[in-house]
């Protein structure tokens, strides 16, 4: 099915564009009165991450509510936990919790690489759900965590300001740190594979935590990974984003992916000189600045757009949207993007 709006693909591909593609990192979620409608008609995250059928209704949302340039499949960067034997809930105004942790080899045993036709079907099922709905509309973006930021939740059984036991384990158990990351990798790569099989045209690995390691941990402990993850998938662009990571900068710039998604304390210019014209950069508007008015919104965005140029840029938030960001204001920054001056080709 050849894509209405290619706009995202085209910008990836390196090829000069009409215009700035736009989307936003949690863009399927509780911005949309329409999402919370779904959610509320299930037992609560996890069951609707697990029905495709809904997964996909709550992928297409945005594409029809905000005018997006691309779908991102509604799930979770904990289902691979789930899926190697370490189950998640997501309790309400707390977040994601893990009953049982890892903290020993015994743990680790007790795990497996999880298997996705298995424990993972519901994802890949969901993806070719929205293809069909979509009909070529936008593309569709596939997504996991980074085997850091996955580490440190399994490790950590929740979210954390430090992290700091997922950080002790690095030095006090690297081994199994690094037994542990293997598993993980190879759970991801398999998860990755089986999204681009059901018809991901992109798919992008968040790094949540990588801006709490120290840079000699995040390239031996998370971009040694990532590396892997991206030498495996070489069927469609992959888009890093490393939260925060900004020593490790250049090295990122170096990976085998198309994108890197930089954060809104990341200096644009630096970023681009950092990483060089070889890449598109994706990001980076503040996800505060949706809070103030339309027309602070709108000088925002052009700033933005200014700063990253006509090419190679996609544009979107530092980090996910939060959940209570009015949709106007959103549809706001959308539109400012899709108004910026035409680009000359
Ligand atoms: O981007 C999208 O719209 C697709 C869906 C998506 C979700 N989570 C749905 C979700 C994506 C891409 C994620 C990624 C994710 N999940 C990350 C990486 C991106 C980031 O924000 O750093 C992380 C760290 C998680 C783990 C996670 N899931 C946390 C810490 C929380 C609780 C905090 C929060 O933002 O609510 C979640 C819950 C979650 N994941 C929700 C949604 C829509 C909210 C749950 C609800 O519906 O109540």
């Given at each position: 099915?050849?894509?209405?709006?290619?706009?995202?693909l085209r910008t990836i591909r390196g090829e000069k564009t009409e215009r700035t593609p736009v989307w936003l990192m949690r863009q399927a979620g509780r911005i949309l009165p329409e999402y919370r409608a779904v959610r509320a008609q299930l037992s609560g995250f996890?069951?609707?991450?697990?029905?495709?059928?809904?997964?996909?209704?709550?992928?297409?949302?945005?594409?029809?509510?905000?005018?997006?340039?691309?779908?991102?499949?509604?799930?979770?960067?904990?289902?691979?936990?789930?899926?190697?034997?370490?189950?998640?809930?997501?309790?309400?105004?707390?977040?994601?919790?893990?009953?049982?942790?890892?903290?020993?080899?015994?743990?680790?045993?007790?795990?497996?690489?999880?298997?996705?036709?298995?424990?993972?079907?519901?994802?890949?099922?969901?993806?070719?759900?929205?293809?069909?709905?979509?009909?070529?509309?936008?593309?569709?973006?596939?997504?996991?965590?980074?085997?850091?930021?996955?580490?440190?939740?399994?490790?950590?059984?929740?979210?954390?300001?430090?992290?700091?036991?997922?950080?002790?384990?690095?030095?006090?158990?690297?081994?199994?740190?690094?037994?542990?990351?293997?598993?993980?990798?190879?759970?991801?790569?398999?998860?990755?594979?089986?999204?681009?099989?059901?018809?991901?045209?992109?798919?992008?690995?968040f790094d949540s935590w990588a801006g709490i390691l120290p840079p000699l941990h995040f390239e031996h402990f998370s971009l040694t990974y990532i590396q892997q993850i991206c030498e495996a998938i070489t069927e469609v662009p992959i888009t890093v984003f490393a939260?925060?990571?900004?020593?490790?900068?250049?090295?990122?710039?170096?990976?085998?992916?198309?994108?890197?998604?930089?954060?809104?304390?990341?200096?644009?210019?630096?970023?681009?000189?950092?990483?060089?014209?070889?890449?598109?950069?994706?990001?980076?508007?503040?996800?505060?600045?949706?809070?103030?008015?339309?027309?602070?919104?709108?000088?925002?965005?052009?700033?933005?757009?200014?700063?990253?140029?006509?090419?190679?840029?996609?544009?979107?938030?530092?980090?996910?949207?939060?959940?209570?960001?009015?949709?106007?204001?959103?549809?706001?920054?959308?539109?400012?993007?899709?108004?910026?001056?035409?680009?000359?080709?």
């Amino acid at each position: 099915m050849p894509l209405k709006n290619d706009l995202l693909l085209r910008t990836i591909r390196g090829e000069k564009t009409e215009r700035t593609p736009v989307w936003l990192m949690r863009q399927a979620g509780r911005i949309l009165p329409e999402y919370r409608a779904v959610r509320a008609q299930l037992s609560g995250f996890v069951e609707l991450v697990k029905t495709p059928e809904r997964a996909a209704e709550v992928t297409i949302q945005p594409v029809d509510l905000l005018g997006v340039d691309a779908a991102i499949i509604f799930s979770d960067i904990l289902v691979i936990p789930e899926a190697m034997g370490l189950p998640y809930e997501m309790v309400e105004s707390r977040g994601p919790v893990f009953p049982r942790t890892v903290s020993s080899k015994a743990d680790i045993d007790r795990l497996k690489v999880a298997d996705i036709s298995d424990d993972l079907a519901y994802t890949p099922e969901a993806i070719k759900l929205v293809k069909k709905e979509l009909d070529g509309r936008v593309p569709l973006i596939g997504f996991a965590g980074a085997p850091w930021t996955i580490f440190a939740y399994m490790i950590e059984g929740s979210g954390s300001k430090t992290f700091s036991k997922a950080r002790a384990m690095l030095y006090t158990q690297p081994d199994l740190s690094r037994q542990l990351l293997s598993m993980i990798t190879e759970s991801t790569i398999r998860y990755l594979k089986a999204q681009v099989a059901a018809g991901a045209d992109v798919v992008q690995i968040f790094d949540s935590w990588a801006g709490i390691l120290p840079p000699l941990h995040f390239e031996h402990f998370s971009l040694t990974y990532i590396q892997q993850i991206c030498e495996a998938i070489t069927e469609v662009p992959i888009t890093v984003f490393a939260k925060g990571a900004y020593a490790s900068l250049a090295q990122i710039g170096r990976l085998p992916c198309a994108t890197v998604g930089i954060d809104w304390n990341t200096e644009v210019h630096h970023a681009r000189s950092v990483v060089g014209n070889n890449k598109v950069l994706q990001g980076n508007l503040d996800p505060a600045a949706l809070y103030a008015s339309f027309g602070d919104i709108k000088q925002a965005t052009h700033q933005m757009l200014d700063a990253f140029g006509p090419q190679q840029h996609i544009a979107n938030l530092g980090h996910g949207v939060y959940p209570d960001i009015s949709p106007d204001h959103v549809r706001c920054f959308i539109d400012t993007v899709k108004e910026h001056h035409t680009k000359p080709i």
